[in-house]
């Protein structure tokens, strides 16, 4: 096996220390925090005492550090941008959190710092792309055992009193920043990579700050499916994660797995035929149908971007979440600010 890749990482709170510092300890085959940044220089001793990271508090320092090869940001939403354009041009390659950054215009200008034939290059963050439930679900489709999938409804739902940065609008706070790109990203592979009609609506529910915290957008799909999707921190009863409606089936989702029931694709249904005799000698004829129900558990599955990521870097194969697809997620959240009515409570 090749040398791990050997990362400088900047901004380590909750992003940085406690997931990309969690998520490594298992892959030091593969990755090594060779330089640590944040202005709190308390925050990099877990990174020098567990890895013997080099600890910076200036950026600047951090990019000059001749062994880094691969950037990871993990500062605020906020930041991105700039954050990930000095890493460019200084010469390292970028692993980007998500959101991408704030709007269209920036996402463009990364692709093209962060695309050019022989330079550094630029990956983003869309780590739910490996997330169990959402790779169990574009199986359970692709299979057809639901049939003609034509509708999915997408949730991720609680009550929260949140009051941290994440709900100011200054630093790019707001659910549509936060989970927000996760699942966009999902709605839009649903919807066949794109869409040709989208309604959305966002409100500021429970949370402090400027923010809004629920947020609703349907999009129709270019494959023709009706993808509606739900994040808010205003419900205070749990619903399912996913619902996913098919000409033969459907299934619902508690979060850790999925309970399917479908027509058994062993027994021949005949073709129903239209009667136009009055209803009530013929409307609700009994029909005896063969039903299966499953289920099926799935893991979390999100660490596995590391995985993907190192294959791309050390092994040339691709990424699979395109710079395209992840400025595709910029467009759409960009619209939704610019296109609905802001509801403040």
Known sequence: MSKPIQIGLIGLGRAGNGMHRKELASRRDKFNFAAVCDIIEERTKPFVEEWGSRAYTRIEDLLADPEVELVSIATRSIDHYAHAKMALLAGKNVFLEKPFCMSTAQARELIALGSEPGGPKLFIRHNRRFEGGFETAM?????????????????????????????????GGG?????????????????????????????????????????????????????????????????????????????????ASFHLRYL?????????????????TTFGTPETLTWKEEDIPFDDGTTRIWDALYDTIREGKAFPITLDQAAKVIEVIEKVKQGTIFENK
């Open 264 to 280: 058994d694709p062993e027994v021949e249904l005949k073709a129903p035929v239209a009667n136009p005799g009055t209803p009530g």
């Open 175 to 255: 659910q549509l920043l936060n989970w927000g790109p996760h699942i966009i990203d999902h709605s839009l592979r649903f919807c066949g990579g794109d869409y040709t009609d989208l309604y959305s609506r966002i409100r500021h529910v429970a949370a402090a700050g400027d923010c809004e915290d629920h947020i609703k957008i349907v999009f129709t799909g270019i494959n023709g499916r009706i993808v509606d999707m739900e994040i808010s921190g205003g419900v205070a009863l749990p619903v399912p994660t996913y619902m996913i409606y098919g000409s033969k089936g459907s299934l619902v989702s508690d979060g």
């Open 139 to 171: 199986n359970i489709i692709d299979s057809g055992k639901l049939g003609d999938v034509y509708e999915i409804k997408l949730a991720r739902n609680s009550y929260q009193r949140r009051d941290d940065w994440q709900t100011i609008s200054e630093f």
